[in-house]
């Protein structure tokens, strides 16, 4: 299958802090990614969808303007974590989703923030 | 919302048993997808299922795509312990680019050697 990749795979900050998390597609250009968040033992939680060249789709309940995201190009979704809290702590997972007709989506291999 | 039930929520077996788990959603889905996640990584797609009564097989594993569209099924043969994992389904409204995922909750699988 396709690979996406994250980076980095583990971060800690200190609280206030803002994180930066990378996303890509390495072997395919990616029209649509996805950001979900995993609390332990918990299943994946949607909380954006992005379109390159487009801003960000929120779910309800995600503050945009706590979880920054960008797509500025086909290859790359980056999601900010600003003014990081320490219940900001949590599982951080990409996917992405090509041009194909089959609609399949590829996910990272995830981030783990925590904030101190 | 949409919303997915996942049963059972968690399975302990032995080795070489035949495992089965399943999702049902109260509305119509046109893809299902079965997934694997372990420990600190992201899930990895396994089974893919997109037409109604459509049953796949990858290796030791089988899935079904019920023929309501509102359920499907995950069957895994003579289990062995690098089985152990979260096993979460999935479901997709639409095929194209920008369709969601909406996921049930998942099985934790134990195999014990």
């Not at chain 1, 809290?85 to 989506?105: K, M, V, W």
């Not at chain 2, 969601?100 to 699988?109: A, V």
Request: hydrophobic share 35%; proline share 3%.
């Amino acid at each position: 299958g396709a690979v996406v990749s994250q980076h980095p795979s583990r971060v800690i900050c200190k609280s206030g802090t803002s994180v930066k998390i990378e996303c890509r597609s390495l072997d395919f250009q990616a029209t649509t990614m996805f950001w979900y968040r995993q609390f332990p033992k918990q299943s994946l939680m949607l909380m954006a969808t992005s379109n390159e060249g487009s801003k960000a789709t929120y779910e309800q309940g995600v503050e945009k303007d706590k979880f920054l995201i960008n797509h500025a190009s086909l290859t790359l979704s980056t999601l900010t974590v600003t003014s990081a809290h320490p219940e900001d702590s949590s599982f951080y997972i990409c996917s992405a989703q090509g041009r194909t007709n089959t609609g399949e989506l590829f996910f990272g291999e995830g981030s783990r923030l925590t904030v101190l | 919302g949409q919303q997915l039930n996942q049963s059972p929520q968690s399975m302990f077996i032995q080795e070489g048993e035949d495992v089965s788990m399943n999702c049902t959603s109260s509305s119509i889905f046109n893809t299902w997808l079965w997934y694997k996640q372990d420990p600190g990584e992201g899930p990895v797609l396994l089974i893919a299922l997109y037409k109604a009564g459509e049953l796949t097989s990858n290796g030791r594993l089988t899935a079904q795509f019920g023929i309501t569209r509102k359920d499907s099924f995950l069957n895994i043969s003579a289990s062995i312990p690098s089985d152990v994992g979260i096993y979460f389904c999935a479901g997709q409204l639409g095929v194209t680019s920008g369709s969601r995922l909406t996921f049930g909750e998942g099985t934790q699988l134990t195999v014990n050697p």
